[in-house]
Protein backbone atom coordinates (compact mmCIF):
# COMPACT_ATOMS: atom_id res chain seq x y z
CA UNK A 1 0.00 0.00 0.00
CA UNK A 2 0.64 3.42 0.15
CA UNK A 3 3.28 5.12 2.79
CA UNK A 4 5.60 7.81 3.66
CA UNK A 5 8.66 7.57 5.59
CA UNK A 6 10.70 10.65 6.72
CA UNK A 7 13.78 11.20 8.79
CA UNK A 8 13.04 11.18 12.99
CA UNK A 9 13.06 13.92 14.71
CA UNK A 10 13.90 16.17 16.50
CA UNK A 11 16.34 18.07 14.55
CA UNK A 12 18.05 21.07 16.05
CA UNK A 13 19.46 23.60 14.12
CA UNK A 14 21.11 27.20 14.64
CA UNK A 15 19.43 30.31 13.05
CA UNK A 16 20.61 30.57 9.05
CA UNK A 17 22.11 27.06 9.02
CA UNK A 18 20.98 24.85 5.91
CA UNK A 19 17.87 22.48 6.42
CA UNK A 20 17.36 18.73 4.79
CA UNK A 21 14.46 16.88 6.46
CA UNK A 22 14.60 13.99 4.57
CA UNK A 23 11.38 12.41 3.17
CA UNK A 24 10.64 9.27 0.90
CA UNK A 25 7.09 7.56 0.00
CA UNK A 26 5.30 3.99 -1.65
CA UNK A 27 2.62 4.52 -4.02
CA UNK A 28 1.13 3.23 -6.87
CA UNK A 29 0.44 5.35 -9.81
CA UNK A 30 1.61 8.96 -9.50
CA UNK A 31 0.41 10.64 -6.65
CA UNK A 32 0.94 14.06 -5.49
CA UNK A 33 3.34 14.76 -2.57
CA UNK A 34 2.96 17.12 -0.12
CA UNK A 35 4.56 19.21 2.52
CA UNK A 36 2.49 20.64 5.95
CA UNK A 37 4.02 22.29 9.01
CA UNK A 38 2.40 21.98 12.32
CA UNK A 39 3.25 25.01 15.00
CA UNK A 40 2.93 24.80 18.31
CA UNK A 41 -1.49 24.42 19.14
CA UNK A 42 -2.36 24.85 15.72
CA UNK A 43 -3.07 22.77 12.83
CA UNK A 44 -2.05 21.82 9.48
CA UNK A 45 -1.05 24.32 6.89
CA UNK A 46 0.53 23.53 3.81
CA UNK A 47 3.61 24.47 2.86
CA UNK A 48 4.36 23.47 -0.66
CA UNK A 49 3.15 20.64 -3.20
CA UNK A 50 4.23 19.02 -6.35
CA UNK A 51 2.01 16.81 -8.42
CA UNK A 52 4.02 15.18 -11.33
CA UNK A 53 8.04 13.83 -11.57
CA UNK A 54 10.45 16.34 -11.53
CA UNK A 55 7.88 19.35 -10.33
CA UNK A 56 9.65 21.79 -7.45
CA UNK A 57 6.78 23.13 -4.62
CA UNK A 58 8.40 26.24 -2.92
CA UNK A 59 7.13 28.54 -0.39
CA UNK A 60 8.55 30.98 2.19
CA UNK A 61 12.26 29.84 1.22
CA UNK A 62 11.28 26.03 1.35
CA UNK A 63 12.04 23.62 -1.29
CA UNK A 64 11.20 20.60 -2.45
CA UNK A 65 11.45 18.08 -5.67
CA UNK A 66 9.51 15.41 -6.78
CA UNK A 67 12.20 12.64 -7.77
CA UNK A 68 10.19 10.02 -9.17
CA UNK A 69 13.45 7.47 -9.98
CA UNK A 70 14.16 7.79 -6.15
CA UNK A 71 10.77 8.20 -4.90
CA UNK A 72 11.78 11.27 -2.79
CA UNK A 73 10.35 14.89 -1.82
CA UNK A 74 13.28 16.49 0.66
CA UNK A 75 12.51 19.15 2.12
CA UNK A 76 15.02 22.31 2.36
CA UNK A 77 15.58 25.38 2.99
CA UNK A 78 18.69 27.56 2.71
CA UNK A 79 18.26 29.54 5.83
CA UNK A 80 16.60 28.96 9.11
CA UNK A 81 15.11 30.92 11.23
CA UNK A 82 14.05 30.48 14.89
CA UNK A 83 10.34 30.83 13.45
CA UNK A 84 10.37 27.98 11.12
CA UNK A 85 10.41 26.02 14.78
CA UNK A 86 7.66 23.46 14.20
CA UNK A 87 6.99 20.32 13.09
CA UNK A 88 7.02 19.12 9.34
CA UNK A 89 4.75 16.36 7.97
CA UNK A 90 5.48 14.73 4.26
CA UNK A 91 2.61 13.56 2.50
CA UNK A 92 1.15 11.83 -0.31
CA UNK A 93 -2.48 12.22 -2.22
CA UNK A 94 -3.19 9.35 -4.66
CA UNK A 95 -4.23 10.26 -7.82
CA UNK A 96 -8.03 9.39 -7.40
CA UNK A 97 -8.30 12.40 -4.93
CA UNK A 98 -9.24 11.18 -1.42
CA UNK A 99 -7.15 10.83 1.72
CA UNK A 100 -3.97 12.10 2.85
CA UNK A 101 -1.08 9.93 3.74
CA UNK A 102 1.23 11.48 6.01
CA UNK A 103 4.41 10.90 7.36
CA UNK A 104 5.55 10.28 11.09
CA UNK A 105 6.35 14.13 11.18
CA UNK A 106 10.10 15.96 12.47
CA UNK A 107 10.39 18.48 14.68
CA UNK A 108 12.17 21.26 14.02
CA UNK A 109 13.74 23.82 16.59
CA UNK A 110 16.03 26.54 15.37
CA UNK A 111 18.33 28.06 18.28
CA UNK A 112 19.46 31.81 17.93
CA UNK B 1 -12.34 34.46 4.28
CA UNK B 2 -12.79 32.59 7.52
CA UNK B 3 -11.05 29.14 7.87
CA UNK B 4 -11.86 25.69 8.96
CA UNK B 5 -13.77 26.27 12.82
CA UNK B 6 -13.74 23.02 14.77
CA UNK B 7 -15.74 23.41 18.30
CA UNK B 8 -15.30 22.09 21.26
CA UNK B 9 -11.38 23.29 21.12
CA UNK B 10 -10.81 20.96 24.16
CA UNK B 11 -12.95 17.99 25.66
CA UNK B 12 -12.51 15.97 28.60
CA UNK B 13 -14.36 12.73 28.74
CA UNK B 14 -14.70 8.91 30.60
CA UNK B 15 -14.77 5.72 29.52
CA UNK B 16 -17.49 4.54 27.85
CA UNK B 17 -19.15 7.97 27.02
CA UNK B 18 -19.78 9.17 23.19
CA UNK B 19 -18.65 12.57 22.30
CA UNK B 20 -19.84 14.55 18.74
CA UNK B 21 -17.05 17.20 17.52
CA UNK B 22 -18.00 19.71 14.68
CA UNK B 23 -16.36 21.20 11.81
CA UNK B 24 -17.43 23.98 9.99
CA UNK B 25 -15.65 24.25 6.23
CA UNK B 26 -14.01 27.31 4.74
CA UNK B 27 -17.01 29.07 2.74
CA UNK B 28 -18.16 27.25 -0.43
CA UNK B 29 -15.61 24.23 0.29
CA UNK B 30 -18.21 20.73 -0.31
CA UNK B 31 -15.58 18.14 0.97
CA UNK B 32 -14.44 17.82 4.67
CA UNK B 33 -12.21 15.46 5.81
CA UNK B 34 -11.35 13.89 9.36
CA UNK B 35 -8.47 13.35 11.03
CA UNK B 36 -7.09 11.30 14.25
CA UNK B 37 -3.75 12.71 15.33
CA UNK B 38 -1.61 10.84 18.46
CA UNK B 39 2.10 10.74 19.67
CA UNK B 40 2.18 7.01 18.64
CA UNK B 41 -0.04 6.64 15.43
CA UNK B 42 0.61 9.95 13.99
CA UNK B 43 -1.79 11.32 11.58
CA UNK B 44 -4.19 8.71 10.46
CA UNK B 45 -7.32 9.25 7.77
CA UNK B 46 -10.73 8.69 9.13
CA UNK B 47 -13.43 9.59 6.77
CA UNK B 48 -14.05 12.28 3.86
CA UNK B 49 -17.84 13.70 3.28
CA UNK B 50 -18.62 15.06 0.14
CA UNK B 51 -22.60 16.47 -0.59
CA UNK B 52 -23.54 14.79 2.47
CA UNK B 53 -21.87 11.10 1.33
CA UNK B 54 -19.14 9.39 3.07
CA UNK B 55 -16.77 8.70 0.12
CA UNK B 56 -14.00 7.62 1.61
CA UNK B 57 -13.42 6.17 4.87
CA UNK B 58 -9.94 4.75 7.03
CA UNK B 59 -9.41 1.76 8.99
CA UNK B 60 -11.06 2.55 12.10
CA UNK B 61 -13.70 0.79 14.26
CA UNK B 62 -17.50 1.40 13.96
CA UNK B 63 -17.24 3.43 16.87
CA UNK B 64 -16.04 6.21 14.99
CA UNK B 65 -18.78 7.60 12.61
CA UNK B 66 -19.59 11.02 10.53
CA UNK B 67 -21.88 13.22 8.74
CA UNK B 68 -22.42 16.09 6.60
CA UNK B 69 -25.35 18.40 6.74
CA UNK B 70 -26.63 19.88 3.43
CA UNK B 71 -24.43 23.12 4.20
CA UNK B 72 -21.16 21.35 4.47
CA UNK B 73 -21.22 21.36 7.89
CA UNK B 74 -19.93 18.03 9.31
CA UNK B 75 -19.79 16.52 12.47
CA UNK B 76 -17.89 13.47 14.25
CA UNK B 77 -19.07 11.06 16.87
CA UNK B 78 -17.33 8.63 18.76
CA UNK B 79 -19.26 6.34 20.75
CA UNK B 80 -17.92 3.90 23.72
CA UNK B 81 -14.97 5.76 24.39
CA UNK B 82 -11.25 4.20 25.05
CA UNK B 83 -8.42 5.80 26.89
CA UNK B 84 -6.73 5.45 23.67
CA UNK B 85 -8.99 7.58 21.77
CA UNK B 86 -7.21 10.34 23.33
CA UNK B 87 -6.23 12.43 20.19
CA UNK B 88 -6.04 15.53 18.64
CA UNK B 89 -8.64 15.19 15.64
CA UNK B 90 -8.46 17.62 12.89
CA UNK B 91 -10.50 18.39 10.43
CA UNK B 92 -9.82 19.60 6.59
CA UNK B 93 -11.76 21.00 3.97
CA UNK B 94 -10.97 21.07 0.40
CA UNK B 95 -13.69 22.94 -2.65
CA UNK B 96 -14.42 19.56 -4.15
CA UNK B 97 -12.82 15.65 -4.21
CA UNK B 98 -9.74 15.22 -6.15
CA UNK B 99 -6.30 14.96 -6.13
CA UNK B 100 -5.35 19.22 -7.24
CA UNK B 101 -7.98 20.63 -4.11
CA UNK B 102 -5.72 21.37 -1.50
CA UNK B 103 -6.95 20.41 2.05
CA UNK B 104 -6.81 23.18 4.97
CA UNK B 105 -6.96 22.10 8.18
CA UNK B 106 -8.83 23.14 11.22
CA UNK B 107 -7.21 24.11 14.50
CA UNK B 108 -8.59 20.63 15.83
CA UNK B 109 -10.18 19.43 18.69
CA UNK B 110 -8.06 17.76 21.42
CA UNK B 111 -10.15 14.85 23.22
CA UNK B 112 -8.98 13.67 26.55
CA UNK B 113 -10.38 10.31 27.72
CA UNK B 114 -10.22 9.58 31.16
Known amino acids: GNSVTQMEGPVTLSEEAFLTINCTYT??????LFWYVQYPGEGLQLLLK?????DKGSNKGFEATYRKETTSFHLEKGSVQVSDSAVYFC???????????FGQGTELSVKP | KAGVTQTPRYLIKTRGQQVTLSCSPI?????VSWYQQTPGQGLQFLFE???????NKGNFPGRFSGRQFSNSRSEMNVSTLELGDSALYLCASSLAQGDYNEQFFGPGTRLTVL
Open chain 2, 27 to 31: SGHRS
Open chain 1, 27 to 32: ATGYPS
Open chain 2, 49 to 55: YFSETQR
Open chain 1, 91 to 101: ALRNNQGGKLI
Open chain 1, 50 to 54: ATKAD
